[in-house]
Nanobody, 124 residues
C-alpha cells in the first residue's frame, strides 16, 4: 500500500511558478511509475505528466510541454511537478498517482494509488 500526499499548491498570478510536491509513505517509490493529473469541476481527470522509475524517461501532455517539469527523488520518496509560466487554464486540482505498470501509461484508470489532490488557482 502506498500513501501519497501532495503539497505546494495555492493561488498564483498568471506567469508565475509553483512547485508541487508529492510525499510517499508505505512503500518505496522506486518501483513505481509516477504521474501527475489534474481535474476541474465537471470534467474528467486529465493526464499532465509521467515519469519512469529511474526518472530517465518523462512524458507530458501537449498543453504543458515546455512549462511543466516532472522529477523524482527515489531516496527521499518524493515526486515533484515544477510549473512555470502558469496560465489561468492551469487552474485545477492536481493529483499525484502511482502505478506498478512497466509502461509509461497516461490513463488515470491504470494508476492504483492516488493522493487527495491539491488546488492550484491561477489568476489573470
Amino acid at each position: 500500500q502506498v500513501q501519497l500526499v501532495e503539497s505546494g499548491g495555492g493561488l498564483v498570478q498568471a506567469g508565475g511558478s509553483l512547485r508541487l510536491s508529492c510525499a510517499a509513505s508505505g512503500r518505496t517509490l522506486s518501483s513505481y511509475v509516477m504521474g501527475w493529473f489534474r481535474q476541474t469541476p465537471g470534467n474528467e481527470r486529465q493526464f499532465v505528466a509521467v515519469i519512469g522509475e529511474n526518472d530517465a524517461v518523462t512524458r507530458y501532455a501537449d498543453s504543458v510541454k515546455g512549462r511543466f517539469t516532472i522529477s523524482r527523488d527515489n531516496a527521499g520518496n518524493m515526486v515533484y511537478l515544477q510549473i512555470d509560466s502558469l496560465k489561468p487554464e492551469d487552474t485545477a486540482v492536481y493529483y499525484c498517482a502511482a502505478t506498478s505498470s512497466i509502461l509509461m501509461v497516461t490513463t488515470p484508470s491504470l494508476f492504483r494509488y492516488w493522493g487527495q489532490g491539491i488546488q492550484v488557482t491561477v489568476s489573470s
